[in-house]
């Protein structure tokens, strides 16, 4: 064997391989910089030390599989000649220069996609990463245009490549001492390179390789987030997809989550209570109220794009968040400790109109189901006109197409508005929300029966902009509140004034129904479709706070309910229930949870994404497949506190989640199969 020629180029490619190690710790380091809280760096700090130490497995387990190439080359210069020494030398210094370079470029491309999408999501990359390729193309590149730092990406891309051309470079002219014959057993240990090198893939020398499990080294998950790569991250997301793919087999789905039977779910969410919440199909019944019978109100409800709590909390004289939505309030009941459905738009879409954990349907081959658990079903079997309104192309992610199966009678998008509003000013995601809102405001007045409107607002997304006609309320950011940005002042300001906007367009549509006939038979409600997360940082403790969103109805006089209560938990899986009760008399619907106005609810909880349950105790937050058990630090519900994973009331909520979460998947899956039995 040349081990002459094989230590010459397995130590070549160990110093390329050191390069790689370094870019992935430099860009742990930027991240840990960039996104950890400073109470971190001093409750957490030989807790950060480890997640490095877990973290360079990830990455040399990752780099490992951009080296295989190279470890052919190791393997063939043992059986080279010596005559062909150089000519193999100068080959292989060559190539590994100029495919590394692309290895690296690829990393470090994924690398600031996921510093990045962090940045946006509060998350590393996740399943919300593929909806990207599904989304509209042309908008999200405007965004990317508008809101990130292309140029200092850019940069950073020139010094990546300048650095590893000069490492290479060095690389390649270091020479290395031939090894003598009585060193000849330095060349044979060289050959422990090979299980090394798949040790290094693996990640592990145990039974399992590296897994998330690994990354569970602290009870802080940002700590824990620190473990992993962004390759890693994507090869997670890329599995929870696969795992979170829609597969109608009920009977997989009941025994995977340790269920014998439909029966045996619905029991584990009941619990003790004695109330009959739904039948064993998940339906349930409004009670006979002759004055709905008589006098059916129309109902708007207003799915409004990244409305946050948190904003509501920070509105102030000087920071003016809700603009004209300020005075307004009082005149709406305003639920303040509610979470949104999803954190993206179209899962939250869609978790509305079906209560579907499973996503997403309408670019799946199930988009034509027609779903039992559809929200327009109680309402025209109740005699109303169903609406699907929004300011977006009606095209986008396929939702025309899944909508008009759902027993929608009318579905419009921007095209309608522009015609109707010739001189409607769009952006890259379509008209703005004052024009979809004067739209619906017409189509109240031409309508002939009561309307049950869907409208689906845009406005307040990336790039942020406002119309030219909006008068914006001054803004102006404390020394303090810029401390807590994580984007540049520009970019805040734009989403301020954009979510001002949107608030304060609200404000006028809510008080020109009010103020007009309509005032007195038009019920309207509105929320957040997810909190935006872009502009803030979150830490593990103010998890709720992150994922919060407001409920607003606005209910005219003869509709108004006995009971309310701003403190309760809630979530969208309660505002249809609520809206029913309020609305309709003798109507059938389908469960997804609770009448916020009713007050002889047993159990009230707020549920986001599936993964995050909270009550008035404590909270729930899945992380990487780890539960993370909280409670309540203050009376304000915005405040949390790391609790005991293993107590019992952290027990009962992953069980109530677990429940929740299967028994709606059943019956998501029974209106699939039962559409694909009819058409087979």
Known sequence: MNLNLFRKTVYRGLNYFLFFVLLFAVGRLVFLLSYGASEVFVQEKWKIAEAFIVGARFDVSAICYGFLPLVLF???????????????????????????????????????????????????????????????????????????????????????????????KKVKNKRVNPVQPRAKIYGVITLLVFPLFFIGMRGSVGVFTLRREHT?????????????????????????????????????????NGFASVEEVQLGYKGDSERELFDQSLFTKTKHREFLQQNPPNVVFLQMESMSNHYFDLNSETL?????????LPNLYYFKNSLS????????????????????????????????????????????????????SISWRNIDNMIKHQKFDIIQGKNFIQEKFPNAEEFAWGVHDGYLFDYIRETLKETKRPAFIFGLTISNHTPFEVPS?????????????????????????????????????????????????????????ASG??????????????????????????????????????DVLASHKDIFPTIFNLALSDATYFYTGDDLFDPEVEHRFALNDY??????????????????????????????????????????????????????????????????????
């Open 320 to 328: 003016n968040l809700l603009g004209d939505l300020s005075e307004e």
């Open 611 to 680: 993964s995050f349950i909270a009550d008035d105790k404590g909270a729930i937050a899945i992380e990487n497949n780890q539960p993370y058990y909280y409670t309540w630090s203050n009376q304000q519900k915005r405040k949390l506190q790391v609790g005991d994973n293993t107590s019992s009331h952290a027990l009962y909520l992953q069980h109530k989640m677990q429940a929740y979460t299967v028994m709606k998947t059943v019956e998501i899956y029974k209106s699939i199969n039962q559409h694909q039995n009819k058409h087979k």
């Open 469 to 525: 006609y909006f008068k914006k309320k001054p803004i102006t950011m404390s020394e303090e509140m810029k401390k807590k940005i994580r984007v540049d002042e520009k970019t805040a300001y734009a989403n301020f004034y954009s979510h001002q906007y949107a608030a304060s367009e609200l404000a006028r549509f809510i008080k020109e129904i009010r103020n007009s006939p309509l005032g007195e038979n038009t019920i309207v409600v």
């Open 216 to 256: 569970n080294i602290s009870k802080n998950e940002f700590v824990n987030s620190l473990c992993y790569n962004a390759l890693y991250s994507l090869k997670f997301a890329n599995s929870e997809r696969k795992d979170n793919a829609i597969r109608p087999n009920v009977e997989h789905e009941l025994a995977s």
């Open 341 to 392: 459905a999803y954190n993206g738009t179209i899962q939250t879409l869609e978790d509305f109109l079906i209560g579907t954990p499973k996503t997403i349907i309408s670019q799946s081959v199930y988009f034509d189901t027609p779903f039992s658990s559809s929200i327009a079903i109680p309402f025209k079997n109740s005699g109303y006109e169903t609406y699907f309104l929004t300011g977006a």
């Open 529 to 566: 479709d997810h909190n935006i997360r872009q502009v803030f940082e979150y830490t593990p403790e103010e998890g709720f706070l992150k994922r919060s969103v407001p409920i607003l109805m606005y209910i005219p006089e003869q509709y108004k309910p006995a009971f309310f209560d701003a």
């Open 74 to 168: 190791w393997l063939t210069s043992l059986f080279i000649p010596k005559k062909n020494e150089e000519g193999f030398s100068r080959f292989y210094a060559n190539f590994s220069r100029y495919y590394l370079l692309f290895v690296a470029i690829v990393f470090l491309t994924l690398i600031v996609i996921d510093y990045f999408f962090y940045q946006f999501f509060q998350s590393h990359i996740n399943l919300l990463f593929f909806g990207i390729f599904n989304d509209d193309t042309t908008a999200v590149l405007t965004s990317v245009w508008t809101d990130y730092p292309l140029f200092a990406i850019g940069l950073v891309y020139v010094l990546v490549i300048i650095a590893w051309l000069y490492w290479s």
